[in-house]
Every structure is written in structure tokens, then in C-alpha cells.
């Protein structure tokens, strides 16, 4: 259950007369069996809703409630500023910065120093050591153009490095496996695509406002479709990359070999991405086997070699 979630939840019964589960299952995107398991949650917490049957029903809270300060523990307003703090290390806006205000505004004075020594025990920082410095501010200019509906023109490169100039409606801001990405409809393909930012220059937000269309979620979670792709193949490594390996695969999946050393059962599909990971790791990985795949690494390397030979 998302600490983050029950707040929202709780501001909108404050800020709303009334609201059904579906418009909130909507809102938060989960199941609307979720959203009463909350409502059962904030009522436990001494927070009085009221739920109202039939036609226009929904949930309230009964008039003139006041939130009592003392509903939220410790551990709870330190997770909330926790995520708080590391979301407006990225994207900085007055939403976050009044989101912020409001839930310090819940600390009681006699726990404010616990709190914070709580909220400094874990550190979320979403920028990255190094790279594409536009992320931060395209991630501002993002969020503006979907707050306002406005389409934004970029260059885009495909994985191959070729450019094509896109106009896009933006629909959804998403952190995935550390990169940042916003699912638009483009215009030049006439569908709905997931545009990753490292790949975007020459980002502009246009005069034209567009009327939101029925949003269509990006596809996030592979886990299933990898599975049925994925073969295990044995590589042998030096215990100096076995925590970018564990990147890809369990603790479980390695076999320890001699002193300095690990045999892996590493899952792989034959493709460009997995064959890069194996060459990122250099003289510190060796492919065993299957045949056909120590072969394939075998002829990658000569390939890199033959350009230094030039």
C-alpha cells in the first residue's frame, strides 16, 4: 500500500465534496478494489468516509473534519518526504514544492528533529552521474506542455542513430530502469510511441494547444514475454563485474570458481543488447557455451580488433 497514495487520496476528500472509486481508481491507476482497501485503511486511521450507494454516489468525507495531525506516524511523513524530496530533485515545479509544505506542515513540533534524521536515513537522487545534460530541463518543458496541453517538436533518434523530426502530443511522464521517457501520440507515425529523452534534441514546446485523445498506456512490464525469449547460457566471470552482472540475473545463478571467479547461468536472447552486455564487460567474461553463441562472440571481437588494425 503507497504511503504517497493515501495522501492524495485524503487531499482530494478534503478538497472534493464527493468522489467516486472508479474516478480514483482512474486517477491513480489501479483497480477499484484497491482504492476501498484504501478508503478502509484512512477510515482505520480515525479519518471519518462516508460511502454513498447508487447514482452519483462516491466516497466523502463528513463536513467540517479537520485532520488531525497525529494521524500520520513518524515512519509515515519520513517515507512521504522521502519520495517527495527525490521526485523535486528532478522535476522542480510549485506542485511539488506546495506538496512538500503541505506534508511538513502535518509534523508535529516536538518530532521534527525524528523526522528528518528518519527522511535523511535513505537518499533518492534521480540525476545522473554523467551524461546528457538536457534531461533536467526537458523534464520541465515536458511537464509544462502537459499541463497545458501544448504539442512538443523535437529531433528523435532511433537506436541506430538516424534523425527524424517528430511532433508529438504528450500524454505521460515515466522513470524506468533509470532513464526517463514521456509516451506521446506522434503525429508522423500517427500512434502513440514512448520517446526515450536521452534521445531527444532540439526539444520545443509549440504555440498549439491539442484536445486530449482517449490515452493509451505505454506497455512497461516484459517480465512475462522475456521469459518465453530467454535461454540461459553459461559465461565464466571475475568477481570484479559480478555486480554489473547481478544487474541481469540473481545471487543464485552463480557458482563460485576458484578464488576470483564465477561460473553464471546468464539469461540471453540473441540479439544486438544482449551480445553489448557480454562485450561492456571485456577480458572479465568468457562465453562457455552454448557453441553457437561463443562463436558469435568470437567473431564480434575480431571484428573490434580488425579496427584497430587498420
Known amino acids: 500500500m503507497k504511503i504517497d497514495r493515501l495522501v492524495s487520496i485524503i487531499m482530494l476528500l478534503l478538497d472534493k465534496e464527493r468522489i467516486g472509486a472508479q474516478e480514483l481508481a482512474d486517477m491513480f491507476e489501479v483497480s477499484p478494489r484497491t482504492i476501498y482497501r484504501d478508503i478502509d485503511a484512512i477510515s482505520m486511521a480515525g479519518i471519518p468516509v462516508n ?18 495531525k497525529k494521524v500520520f506516524s513518524s515512519a509515515d511523513l519520513s517515507a512521504i518526504l522521502t519520495g517527495l524530496t527525490g521526485l523535486s530533485g528532478m522535476i522542480r515545479g510549485n506542485e511539488l514544492a506546495n506538496a512538500l509544505a503541505k506534508v511538513k506542515s502535518f509534523i508535529p513540533a516536538d518530532k521534527v528533529k525524528e523526522i528528518e534524521i528518519k527522511a535523511n536515513q535513505i537518499h533518492i537522487d534521480l ?62 507515425r500517427n500512434d502513440y510511441r514512448l520517446f526515450r529523452l536521452s534521445r531527444i534534441t532540439d526539444l520545443q514546446i509549440q504555440n ?27 559465461i565464466r566471470i571475475h568477481k570484479s563485474v559480478a555486480d ?15 578464488d576470483d571467479c ?14 553489448n552486455i557480454l562485450l561492456s564487460l571485456g577480458n572479465k567474461c568468457e562465453c562457455l557455451e552454448p557453441p553457437d553463441i561463443r562463436s558469435e562472440m568470437k567473431r564480434r571481437i575480431y571484428e573490434i580488433a580488425a579496427l584497430y588494425e587498420k
Open 51 to 68: 460511502s454513498i450507494p447508487g447514482a452519483g454516489g462516491g466516497f466523502e468525507i463528513m463536513p467540517k473534519y479537520k485532520v488531525d
Open 208 to 234: 498549439e494547444v491539442f484536445t486530449p485523445r482517449d490515452y493509451q498506456k505505454p506497455q512497461l512490464d516484459f517480465t512475462d514475454i522475456l521469459e518465453t525469449m530467454q535461454t540461459k547460457i553459461k
Open 127 to 188: 540525476s545522473p552521474w554523467i551524461g546528457n545534460r538536457n534531461i533536467r530541463p526537458y523534464l520541465e518543458m515536458i511537464k509544462l506542455a502537459l499541463h497545458e496541453s501544448k504539442l512538443l517538436s523535437f529531433e528523435y533518434a532511433d537506436r541506430y542513430g538516424n534523425k527524424t523530426s517528430r511532433t508529438a502530443e504528450p500524454y505521460q511522464l515515466v522513470l524506468k530502469s533509470n532513464h526517463w521517457y514521456f509516451q506521446g501520440y506522434c503525429r508522423n
Open 262 to 275: 564465477y561460473i553464471v547461468s546468464f539469461p540471453f536472447i540473441e540479439k544486438d543488447y544482449y551480445y
Open 244 to 258: 554489473r552482472v547481478l544487474d541481469y540475473c540473481d545471487y543464485e545463478n552463480f557458482l563460485p570458481d576458484g
